[in-house]
């Protein structure tokens, strides 16, 4: 249970009875009882209440069943959806996804735009709301300058996913603009980076208060992943800036863990000092994480005693875990492949795989058959029930629920370490050096058994420019952000992979403003990927 899940039970309640965009209209209406800003702050258990309400927002916003995620990891080259059977098509929204044939009409492109500006609605309202409160008055346990920058960074990450995602985007810091005009991206970055430089002072460097929130490390964090894209956004690269910024996280204590999957174990929380920056998640008071609802075959619910039910959606593809050496503990532990069969626990809690049980069953193309999970499949609109491997990287235990403890990763140690490596990399021509093959390294090795090591590990001439890209899949897999690499390094449009070929068009590589947002703001131009319809 996370330690602050009051705090989501008191978001819970504020907000069923009143969200920061509605109000009454009925006037022929008797009000006996009205929450607004002037009434509700009344304690410092409110405050912080309310401050956690924009990060609760993520949970339903950026985990794996939402647009972002789904958009950022099914247009690239590591997971899919695939048809499986009469299963999946749904109106080939995933088909058209991974074979980058989407539209401005997308409902997916809509959702994620729609859920990234609410991002930046709730840190607006939050911060009109904060200044109207007396912190010293009520005792709350943080600064007003500390919230400010807590609200100011949230609202600098959904900006950072909008620049990823479409470029050219307004920006509004209010609740009173009505259709705001678009900005260039170049702008857009200007003001991300503004945002984060200026706040840095005002953050704790408090990991642990500062937990499912945001520290100055988690802010350093994600002015690396800015600067690492810079060229990509606007066209001049801040290599040197990245790596500064990457070696301020340093300074944080973080280190890597021990085991590649640390991160994403069931009490990541307590077990994890790799992790910058997350979502709380909690099966009962913080939905978002349902990794083994969308992941898993419809046989392993109750073979797995997970009492909710299973997709049977996502796979990896079959290119990208080839692309994996046999040896690699994130191949050999993280996804399931092969014949399956029912999970137990042994007398000290440690879960096996129950052998003398025998195997799981199909229940459609392989109807009472043993259910092999294979690592093939023909293509998007031709797989079956048993195709694909799948992943478990967020660890999976019994669960009463369908939502999972597994707090959400959006930053670790290990990314700013890879970002650096890059960023040095760069500098150098695209040739490695040492520090960068050290760097890459030392995230690798846990990967491996001692035995296995001298063979596995980089050396100046073995990493390249297109290895560090493979090795990023491998490490960052479907963590959210493989699109940006493959575009970063010139890859999404320009490569082939498993059922999706190279279309070598450059407006692909963004999103188009959706449609109906035009439609219904004059001030909003399109971006370039919206001349493809």
């Not at 950026?62 to 499986?84: F, H, M, R, Y």
């Not at 994996?324 to 000290?348: A, S, V």
């Not at 690592?375 to 967020?394: F, L, Q």
Request: negative net charge.
């Amino acid at each position: 249970m996370k330690t602050i899940q009051y705090v989501f039970l008191g978001v819970l309640a504020l907000f069923m009875a009143s969200g920061p965009f509605t109000s009454c209209t009925n006037l022929d209406e008797t009000i006996y009882h009205e929450i607004t800003a002037d009434n509700y702050y009344q304690s410092s258990e409110e405050v912080i209440t309310a401050l956690m309400r924009p990060w609760a927002h993520l949970c339903g916003a950026l985990t794996i069943t939402k647009n972002p995620w789904i958009l950022n990891e099914l247009s690239a080259d590591g997971v899919a959806w695939p048809q499986k059977g009469r299963h999946g098509y749904d109106n080939g929204d995933w088909i058209r996804i991974h074979r980058h044939q989407w539209t401005s009409q997308e409902t997916r492109v809509r959702g994620s735009w729609t859920l990234l500006f609410q991002g930046v609605g709730y840190a607006n309202n939050m911060l009109a709301d904060i200044e109207k409160i007396d912190f010293e008055k009520l005792n709350v346990p943080i600064s007003k300058a500390q919230a400010i920058a807590e609200m100011k960074i949230f609202r600098a990450y959904c900006y950072w996913y909008l620049l990823d995602m479409f470029r050219d985007v307004p920006i509004v810091e209010d609740l009173t603009t009505l259709n705001p005009e678009t900005r260039d991206r170049t702008e857009v970055f200007a003001y991300i980076e503004k945002e984060i430089k200026e706040n840095l002072g005002n953050l704790s460097e408090d990991r642990s208060k500062t937990y499912g929130r945001v520290s100055k490390w988690g802010a350093y964090a994600l002015l690396s992943r800015l600067y690492l894209n810079a060229e990509t956004y606007t066209g001049t690269p801040h290599w040197d800036d990245c790596i500064s910024a990457s070696n301020e996280v340093a300074k944080g204590g973080f280190v890597l863990d021990a085991n590649w999957n640390d991160p994403f174990k069931v009490n990541n929380d307590q077990v994890s000092k790799e992790n910058i920056w997350v979502i709380v998640c909690d099966q009962v008071y913080a939905a978002g994480n349902v990794w083994y609802q969308r992941w898993f075959h419809y046989a392993h619910q109750l073979a797995w005693n997970l009492k909710s039910s299973t997709h049977n959606a996502l796979v990896c593809q079959p290119t990208f875990y080839d692309s994996f050496d046999d040896t690699d503990k994130r191949k050999t532990e993280g996804f399931l492949i092969g014949t399956q069969y029912p999970r137990k626990k042994d007398e000290n809690g440690n879960y096996y795989f129950d052998t003398t049980a025998g195997p799981l069953l199909g229940s459609e193309e392989y109807k009472g058959e043993p259910l092999v999970l294979v690592n093939h499949i023909v293509a998007m609109d031709k797989g079956e029930e048993n195709s694909g491997a799948r992943s478990v990287k967020y660890e999976i235990v019994e669960q009463s629920l369908n939502n999972q403890d597994n707090d959400w990763v959006l930053f670790r140690y290990s990314e700013v370490i890879s970002n650096k490596a890059e960023a040095l990399m760069r500098k150098n021509g695209g040739a490695a050096t040492q520090e960068v093959v050290d760097l890459i390294n030392s995230v690798r090795q846990r990967c491996f058994d001692p035995a296995d090591w001298e063979k596995a590990k980089y050396a100046v001439s073995t990493l390249t420019m297109d290895e560090l890209l493979s090795e990023r899949g491998r490490e960052f897999a479907f963590e959210g952000t493989r699109r940006s690499d493959l575009v970063r390094f010139n890859k999404f449009v320009t490569a082939s992979w498993w059922d999706k070929s190279a279309s070598n068009e450059p407006r692909y590589n963004i999103f188009p403003i959706p449609q109906l947002q035009l439609e219904a703001n004059q001030n909003l131009k399109p971006n370039e990927a919206n001349s493809l319809f």
